[in-house]
Nanobody, 114 residues
């Protein structure tokens, strides 16, 4: 059993920054491909970013490219999402996910005011 716990969400003005963290339990974190997803009110959950097990490869949805950075620290069993130049349309619940499993975090709310 793996648990994912997100933190770092909050209320920020447009143009501001937040850093989300997702801490994972278990001893095999370094084997996991990790991703961040988000779900805005009334919308489907959407992909935000993905990082491979070593952290050497990343990919982003077009709307966040150049503003968000996904990273990981395998020694701390943690994946991060640095979010800069935030926009009101980034408002959503952000969740981390272990690819090829059913493991999801509970989510953390990010609200960007205009």
């Amino acid at each position: 059993q793996v648990q994912l716990v997100e933190s770092g969400g909050g209320l920020v003005q447009a143009g501001g920054s937040l850093r989300l963290s997702c801490a994972a339990s278990g001893r095999t974190f370094s084997n996991y491909v990790m991703g961040w997803f988000r779900q805005a009110p009334g919308k489907e959950r959407e992909f935000v970013a993905i990082i491979n097990s070593s952290g050497g490869r990343t990919s982003y949805t077009d709307s966040v490219k150049g503003r968000f950075t996904i990273s990981r620290d395998n020694a701390k069993n943690t994946v991060y999402l640095q979010m800069n130049s935030l926009k009101p349309e980034d408002t959503a619940v952000y969740s981390c996910h272990i690819y090829n499993t059913d493991y999801w975090g509970q989510g953390t709310q990010v609200t960007v005011s205009s």
